[in-house]
């Protein structure tokens, strides 16, 4: 049996990307309403959460990404 049969990403790989796209889904929508405002209050406007969210979930994603991308041996 071929060597590379025996090796599996771990899961954390998988849900780094995830995690990834969420956080960019998220970011995508927080760029959208910092240009088309919403029409009810919000408190802290000028914080823009979404963008601060976004990012913070893309790196969460990048870093399970980078720290699991070597597969591992079963």
Not at 14 to 23: E, N, P
Not at 48 to 61: E, K, R, S, Y
């Amino acid at each position: 049996m071929p060597e590379e049969l025996n090796k599996m990403k771990p899961i954390w790989f998988y849900v780094g990307w995830i995690i990834l796209i969420i956080g960019a889904i998220v970011l995508t929508a927080g760029i959208y309403y910092l240009f088309v405002p919403m029409h009810h209050h919000i408190e802290l406007p000028g914080l823009h959460i979404n963008i601060w969210w976004g990012l913070i979930l893309m790196l969460g994603g990048v870093l399970l990404i980078f720290v699991n991308r070597k597969p591992m041996d079963i």
